[in-house]
């Protein structure tokens, strides 16, 4: 099994486990199953384009909202996601260390839009503002309405 389906197995499981353990949640574990594989998808053709690990970007890219997953809440998931997202990394025995060290940064990082990170951080952070857009989300922030812009112009 290739190492995005089997994480993206893995993050069904998490999300699951802590729906029960954090019932109260700000976005319903049916809009994390979708964001977890439709922000993989973007995240792989993103990588694609810029010459960039496709695998490894899409699997930051399905990572990207453990934070969430695991606290239930929006606020400072970005944050909240990064020790844990290394230690289910780790667990799972996939990924090298350096690996799990980039996908954790692209994790903890993501919600700076404004900020200009590595190339597996930026594919995240556009992969992101993308789904939210294709879902119909609201893009409540200015710097995500900056970012789509940039994107849809691409």
Known sequence: MNRLIGLQSLMLEEIEKHVKLVPQRDEPAEWERVHIASCAAIGHILAEKRGVDAELAAC????????R???GKQEDHAQAGYEPVKELLKR???FTDEEIE????AVKN???KSEIGS???EIVKDA???????????LPREEQKKRLKT????
């Open 128 to 138: 992101d503002v993308l789904d939210m857009y294709q879902h119909g989300y609201e």
């Open 151 to 154: 994107m849809l112009s691409e």
């Open 92 to 94: 799972d025995g996939r």
């Open 60 to 67: 930051a890219c399905a990572a990207h909202d453990y934070g």
């Open 102 to 105: 980039i996908i954790a940064i």
């Open 119 to 121: 190339p597996i951080e």
């Open 110 to 112: 993501h919600s700076k």
């Open 69 to 71: 997953i695991v606290t």
